[in-house]
T-cell receptor, first 117, second 114 residues
Framework: DGGITQSPKYLFRKEGQNVTLSCEQNLNHDAMYWYRQDPGQGLRLIYYSQIVNDFQKGDIAEGYSVSREKKESFPLTVTSAQKNPTAFYLC????????????????FGPGTRLTVL | GQQLNQSPQSMFIQEGEDVSMNCTSSSIFNTWLWYKQDPGEGPVLLIALYKAGELTSNGRLTAQFGITRKDSFLNISASIPSDVGIYFCAGQSYNAGNNRKLIWGLGTSLAVNP
């Protein structure tokens, strides 16, 4: 069954600790994205990657880091520099250009709710 | 970053009523997407629009790509309790090129009274 998985669903960390959120997809999608969602603020783009070994900052990249060593995986690290890390984090991916389908339709994982104590 | 103007912000309706929401942009778009998000879950794509004037249905949902390419609307007919959630519009600017970033609205929160 193809899809996007994010783990864990809930994550608790102490203030000052780095934490890495997992995102894996087996859809053969080229592009992957990380969003942050806070109540009433919609989705804000943190980082995105259009191809392996390349990624770009989104609108709110400060305090976050990513890597894209494999097509299937796009982990997000929330560092201690992120001033307000408690939020709902969503990972998404979009189809490869070679699929012949419009490539800007994004498909989302179930999300990880991070709470920093 | 740029955001779409999505309205209304929230709606509270009776079961069986029709619902309408819309999104506007200050620039021309070549893509409009509508998503629904259930509480604690990721958004799910409902309808995708790629041509100005395009009218597309998905069950009780109908969405249109505005002729001016700066707006889109989503209608839900005969609402039912499972329609509850947050509906987001998203789009891609005409001059985005190969950049796959989407621009998002802030969402319309829908509550349905059985």
């Amino acid at each position: 069954d193809g899809g996007i998985t994010q783990s864990p669903k809930y994550l608790f960390r102490k203030e000052g600790q780095n934490v890495t959120l997992s995102c894996e997809q087996n859809l053969n999608h080229d592009a992957m994205y990380w969003y942050r969602q806070d109540p009433g603020q919609g989705l804000r783009l943190i980082y995105y990657s259009q191809i392996v070994n390349d990624f770009q900052k989104g609108d709110i990249a400060e305090g976050y880091s990513v890597s894209r060593e494999k097509k299937e995986s796009f982990p997000l690290t929330v560092t201690s520099a992120q001033k307000n890390p408690t939020a709902f984090y969503l990972c998404a991916s979009s189809m490869p250009l070679s699929s012949g389908r419009p490539y800007n339709e994004q498909f989302f994982g179930p999300g990880t709710r991070l709470t920093v104590l | 970053g740029q955001q779409l103007n999505q309205s209304p912000q929230s709606m509270f309706i009776q079961e069986g009523e029709d619902v309408s929401m819309n999104c506007t942009s200050s620039s021309i778009f070549n893509t409009w997407l509508w998503y629904k998000q259930d509480p604690g879950e990721g958004p799910v794509l409902l309808i995708a629009l790629y041509k100005a004037g395009e009218l597309t249905s998905n069950g009780r949902l109908t969405a249109q790509f505005g002729i001016t390419r700066k707006d889109s609307f989503l209608n839900i007919s005969a609402s039912i309790p499972s329609d509850v959630g947050i509906y987001f519009c998203a789009g891609q600017s005409y001059n985005a090129g190969n950049n796959r970033k989407l621009i998002w609205g802030l969402g319309t929160s829908l509550a349905v009274n059985p």
